[in-house]
């Protein structure tokens, strides 16, 4: 027998401090047309000195309770996907545990897959629960990368902001969300993407030691444009399945002028992808499902929807997944934005 398992809600948080354009501009050497030309991002939102990773997810679930009415003190497993995590460890999956009082009995694990975190963790609590080994999970991605920016670097800063996305997937008898997936890795450039940690060399090449994450854009980039358009043909020929069948692409928000020709590799509509980078920039992990609520939020994605999620990021990895939408109706509004 099968094991079906759906996506049944959905929440998001950002910060409510906004960190804009004009801002920026006093800051470093920029400008808010340049930044629009290069990026597509208007402002971006940061989380406060004493808000951390943990606290974004807690009010992303929070959100999701409201929304959809929902229990999540019988969840058998957390997994939280994030590159800032509060601390080496413990785990934010562990913290909020206890900061929502889920049952002790729930599994509790970060994934480390950077922008393609979220979609890694959405696989994985697919994988449990067609086992047969979890009947209810929750999934999170969420980061803080506005901790670990260098604001005096102009080719880094302008990117990045902080916000948390989550859902719940259950065990379902007669739905099932999950339709096909692709998922890849090429830790030849992972030098390219990367903030310093015990090691100071990758690939035997000599780090630059900071505590901010350092990116060579140029490189990503050229990684992207040849890898994400070929991993999508490769993610519909193993579910069967076209682009014509796809009713939203929801790429990793990282930059829009990185999501226009991947879309015109594809050639598939940009009124059909969805984004979270114009007000809330490149938020890693949370750019999915951000993108998702907003297309939930905006009246645009309905149930019975086909949805390519595809996220890709340091390591470097990549990772594609195919979802067929029925969340459980809604019974509040969600706080705005």
């Known amino acids: 027998m099968v094991i079906k398992a759906r996506i049944t809600a959905i929440g998001t948080y950002v910060p409510h401090k906004k960190l804009t354009n004009v801002e920026l501009e006093g800051m470093v050497e920029t400008s808010n047309e340049w930044i629009l030309q290069r990026t597509g991002i208007q402002e971006r939102r940061i989380s406060q000195p004493d808000e951390f990773t943990s606290d974004l997810c807690a009010a992303a679930v929070k959100d999701l309770i409201k929304r959809y009415n929902k229990n999540v003190e019988d969840v058998d497993m957390i997994i939280v996907a994030t590159s800032t995590p509060n601390f080496s460890f413990p785990s934010v999956a562990c913290l909020i545990q206890e900061r929502l009082q889920i049952s002790q009995t729930a599994g509790a694990i970060d994934i480390s897959a950077a922008c393609a975190g979220f979609v890694y963790a959405l696989h994985t609590a697919h994988s449990y629960i067609a086992s047969g080994l979890h009947r209810k999970i929750l999934v999170l991605g969420a980061d803080t990368l506005s901790k670990i920016t260098d604001y005096s670097d102009r080719s880094t800063c302008i990117l990045f902001g902080d916000g948390a996305g989550a859902v719940l997937v259950e065990r379902d008898d007669q739905f099932q969300s999950f339709i096909g997936f692709h998922l890849g890795s090429n830790g030849k450039g992972a030098q390219h993407v990367y903030r310093t940690g015990l090691a100071n060399k ?20 050229r990684w992207v444009a040849r890898t994400v358009p ?69 009246g645009k994605v309905q149930n019975g929807d086909r949805a390519l999620m595809y996220g890709f990021g340091a390591g470097l990895v990549h990772a594609g997944q195919l979802v067929h939408l029925n969340f459980d109706e809604q019974v509040s509004e969600p706080t705005p934005l």
Not at 210 to 220: I, P, S
Request: charged share 20%; glycine share 4%; with cysteine.
């Open 202 to 221: 990758i690939n035997e090449i000599e780090l630059v030691d900071t505590q901010c994450l350092v990116q060579n854009g140029r490189e990503v980039l």
């Open 230 to 298: 070929s991993g999508i043909h490769q993610l519909l020929d193993k579910a069967h399945s076209d682009l014509d069948q796809v009713d939203w692409f929801i790429p990793h928000s990282a930059n829009l002028r990185l999501i226009e020709p991947i879309c015109e590799k594809l050639n598939y509509p940009m009124e059909k992808t969805l984004y979270s980078l114009v007000n809330f920039g490149n938020t890693s992990a949370a750019s999915i499902p951000l993108s998702l609520d907003l297309g939930i939020r905006n």
